[in-house]
């Protein structure tokens, strides 16, 4: 039962069928346990339940519904390894995203404390758990956007300063063009999804091809593509047939300079036909990113872009 950070495991057919558990949202098996963390937009959240993806910190309750909360064999187990090495796998139910329902799985989490308290008028155990690593905290600032990070937008200014000004000091030396570009984008693209949704939308591992973000409980599916002006290509899509992968493509038009976005667009899939263009060269397709393309895109940030104005040299 080795799990990857990062990964969305079938529910049944693998998570639980690997414990043998269909029912429980803590699982045992010999001396593997894990617990199946009830994240927003899943069916069932229980009352105390908590994650906050900027400290790595889980407050997760006990198991039973109803009146006090007995020392039954799950709760104990979970009891029991407080203070101790032995670590618990941790999935989040985040909704029925994937067809048949998928778990996502945060890793190895260690116990650090444990309340019986009373929450909702009955006494109930409530059980604080740490990741066993820094890798899995970093995970969930990657996946999780709903907290504010306005750390990270001054820090992308300050940084955007620096880079530019290396970039005209050493042009023989770097490239003006660099991956860090599209991530940022990937992060104004999801805020801006996230100031319009109802459910909240999380980016996603590179495990998916074409999908970058991906909405909680109805599981609608986002590419983020990042362009520095207008006109300008998309970097490619390995999809021949991406209205089948993907619901919706969102457009960051970013000024490369300050790496502060101009605008966010979106455009359902299905609509984008006459929009795609092939590359032969390397056998696959790319978004021409037009004035046609910016007049149809419905827009999530910033203002639309005009043929005089707010359009960035790469």
Known sequence: MNYRLGKWYPSKERVRSDFGEYWKGILLKGDRTAIIFNYRGARRIHYGDCLDPTTGTIKYMGEGKVCDQLLNPRNKR???????????????????????????????????????????????????????????????????????????????SEFAKVRMAMYQ??????????????????????????????NPVIRLSSGLKN?????????????IKTVGKIPQTTSNIWSMNPEEVVDDFVIVLINHDSLQPVCVMRMRAKKLKHHFKSDKYQGSRKLAITMDFVNEAEILMGTRPNPRGHLVDA
């Open 78 to 156: 979970l009891s029991e390894l407080q203070g101790k090495d032995s670590a618990v796998d941790v999935f989040l139910d985040c909704g029925d995203i994937f067809t048949p329902k998928h778990l996502l799985y945060v890793g190895k989490w260690l116990v650090d404390r444990v309340e019986y308290c009373s929450i909702d008028d009955r006494k109930v155990y409530l059980f604080t758990l740490k990741p066993q690593s820094q890798k899995i905290t970093e995970f969930l600032r990657f996946t999780f956007f709903e907290t504010e990070h306005h750390l990270f937008e001054k820090s992308v």
């Open 211 to 223: 999908i970058d973000a991906v909405q909680i409980k109805n599981g609608r599916t986002y590419a």
């Open 169 to 198: 000091d050493f042009p023989e030396v770097l490239r003006v063009r660099d991956n860090v570009v599209g991530e940022i984008g990937e992060y104004f693209a999801v805020k801006a999804l996230n100031s319009r949704e109802k």
